[in-house]
Nanobody, 119 residues
Framework: QVHLVESGGGLAQPGGSLRLSCAAS????????MGWHRQAPGKQRELVAS???????HYADSVKGRFTISRDNSKNTVYLQMSSLKPEDTAVYYC?????????????WGQGTQVTVSS
């Protein structure tokens, strides 16, 4: 059974930092592209950052230069380092493992972790 478990969310002040972690189990983690998505109240879920199994990263324009995605295949974990946080970064952040592995399209999600940016 596949599990993606996010942690590290919480309350941060504007300009502050948080680091999210997502620990994966039940998959061959190194084969999967990984992503962080977020959903704010009343808004659609959006892709924030992604990292390929070759460690190439991509970012939404809204977070470029502020967020960094990374992965540690030895720990089956993907991270999202968030800096210079803004109130508009407030959302539930979800970890996602998605890709074609061994000829099958897989798409797995974590339960989400709340990030609130407020003074």
């Amino acid at each position: 059974q596949v599990h993606l478990v996010e942690s590290g969310g919480g309350l941060a002040q504007p300009g502050g930092s948080l680091r999210l972690s997502c620990a994966a189990s039940g998959i061959i983690f190194s084969l999967y592209p990984m992503g962080w998505h977020r959903q704010a109240p009343g808004k659609q879920r959006e892709l924030v950052a992604s990292i390929t199994n070759g460690a190439t990263s991509h970012y939404a324009d809204s977070v470029k230069g502020r967020f960094t995605i990374s992965r540690d295949n030895s720990k089956n974990t993907v991270y999202l380092q968030m800096s210079s946080l803004k109130p508009e970064d407030t959302a539930v952040y979800y970890c996602n493992a998605a890709g074609v592995v061994f000829g099958r399209r897989d798409d797995y999600w974590g339960q989400g972790t709340q990030v609130t940016v407020s003074s």
